[in-house]
Structure formats: C-alpha cells, structure tokens
C-alpha cells in the first residue's frame, strides 16, 4: 500500500512537471529554430552587403562565420538559462577567457582588425601593383593577417597588414588610365617644332596611346647640349612600361629617318699660339 501511494506521489509530481518540462522542451526548440533561421539569414545578408565592396573572399567569409558563432553563442546561453543554469558564472568565465586570449593574441588581433579595415577601404586587391615603404610589388595573396607582393625581380614579400596600415601606400592599378612622361633632347641645329611634330606622329600611331587627354610635347629646358622636349602621354595601366620603352623605340627610329640629331655632350678646346693670351690660373 506504501508503495502504490509512493508511485502515486511520484506520478503525481511528475504530472505535475509535465507541463513545465514541455513548456522548456518547447522553448529550447524554438530558440534552435530562431538561431538557425537567423544564423541563415544574416550570413546571407552580409553576403549580398559585402559582395557591393572590394572586401576578399576571405574576410567576407571570416565575417559571415563570426556573426554565425556570435548567434549561435547566445542561443547556447539563452537555452542553458531556459532550462535552468545559471549563466551568470558561464557568462563571467567567458569574458575573462576572451580576455585572456585577446591580450595573448594581440599583435595577431591588431593585424586581423586593419586587413578587414584595408579590405573595407578598398585600398587594394589581388592583382594589383602598389608601392609601400619603396617596394613595388603585385599583390599576390591578401590574407587576414598578412598581404604578399611580388616584386619585378620574382620575390616574395610578406607584409603585416599592421604595417600597412601604417604606411603610405601607392596603388599604380587603382585607375584605368596612367600617364607617361620623358625627356628627348635634340640639338641646337634642329627644329624644335618640327621634331614635336614627328613625336606627335608617333604618338597618333601608336595604338596603346590615348587620344583623350591630349599628348603634350614641347620644350622643357635649354640644356648644355641641347634641347629637351618633354613628352606626357597617357596610355592604359598595364602599359605604363611597355608603352615608354615602345615610344623611344619608335621616336629613335623617326627621328634617324628625318635626320634629327640627338646630342652629347661635347667640350670644345682652344689652343693659344701666343703665351700672353693664355688666361690666368684662378
């Protein structure tokens, strides 16, 4: 009889709880189902936000996977106090642990928090040939931490993205359009507007040169020898260096076939017969 009425009490109480246990089985359930829809949702709106910048596939990764963590992480707490832990301890050890590894991992933190700042900026991409600290290079590799050049000379360098938030950074491949600009000299015996006018030819049928803006070409200095003509051409980007070696190339060859004189230096020597017209030592 004892028994039966333990059994009672005991179903009794557990009716009684039944009520509450679902009630929690049924919020912890849709806290799993908000955690993931909105998990879903923001990763795709971050997407579809960041896909408008010149931010890298894999910072905008890194940040869809943080924003999941950080919903997922708070759904975890919310079920643990649902169900009737207490997270104020959890929450303290959480913070102090993140504390902990912040100030061990600082100087990979300061990297990580200035790639995504240089990826937001859009300062750079893959690709692209930049000038930072007097090296030039193309950007290989634009990780979280680290951003990789190769230089003209085929070597990798490896830069904290600390460094280059701190330093003056040329980007040569941010414009479409670059302009060159030289010196050709021709001698005194030469006509200045007529070879401006041959470099002009030149230009006009150089297909990499643009028309828009107009070349420049005319008298820069008097030198000692001669006379410099100043060339400002703009031509496409990635023909910066072509484009100059290409137009020397041509403007040599033209000037050769109408007979106009590049000069060098020349010294001229007079020889005194008579002693007395010697000029004296200084």
């Not at 039966?4 to 849709?30: C, E, H, Q, R, Y």
């Not at 940040?63 to 708070?74: E, G």
């Not at 000069?263 to 030592?281: C, N």
Request: hydrophobic share 50%.
């Amino acid at each position: 009889m004892e028994f039966v009425l333990s059994s009672d009490v005991l179903i009794d109480n557990a009716l009684a709880l039944l009520p509450k246990v679902l009630s929690g089985l049924v919020t912890v359930a849709v806290i799993i189902v908000v955690a993931v829809v909105a998990s879903r949702t923001f990763s795709q709106l971050i997407g579809a936000a960041l896909a408008r910048t010149r931010l890298e596939a894999l910072a905008t990764q890194f940040i869809k996977t943080v924003v999941r963590i950080a919903i997922y992480v708070i759904a975890a707490v919310a079920i643990l106090g649902t169900i009737g832990v207490d997270t104020t301890s959890l929450l303290a050890a959480l913070g102090a642990a993140g504390l902990a590894i912040g100030l061990a991992l600082r100087d990979s933190l300061s990297n990580l928090a200035a790639g995504l700042v240089l990826a937001f900026q859009g300062t750079f991409k893959k690709g692209d040939t930049i000038e930072v600290g007097g090296m030039i290079g193309t950007v290989t590799v634009v990780d979280l931490l680290t951003t990789e050049l190769q230089t003209p000379d085929n070597r990798r360098v490896t830069i904290p993205n600390g460094k280059l938030m701190n330093a003056d950074i040329i980007n040569y491949s941010a414009y479409e359009t670059r302009r060159i600009e030289f010196i050709i000299g021709i001698s005194y015996e030469d006509d200045a507007a007529e070879a401006a006018d041959i470099i002009r030819g030149v230009i006009a049928q150089s297909e990499i040169c643009l028309a828009d803006p107009e070349p420049v070409v005319g008298i820069d200095t008097l030198a000692d020898f001669g006379q410099n003509l100043l060339v400002r051409v703009w031509v496409p980007s990635a023909h910066v260096l072509s484009g100059k070696l290409l137009l020397l190339d041509r403007i040599k060859k033209a000037f050769d076939a109408q007979g106009v004189t590049i000069p060098f230096p020349r010294y001229e020597v007079h020889q005194f017969q008579d002693a007395s017209l010697i000029p004296p030592q200084q």
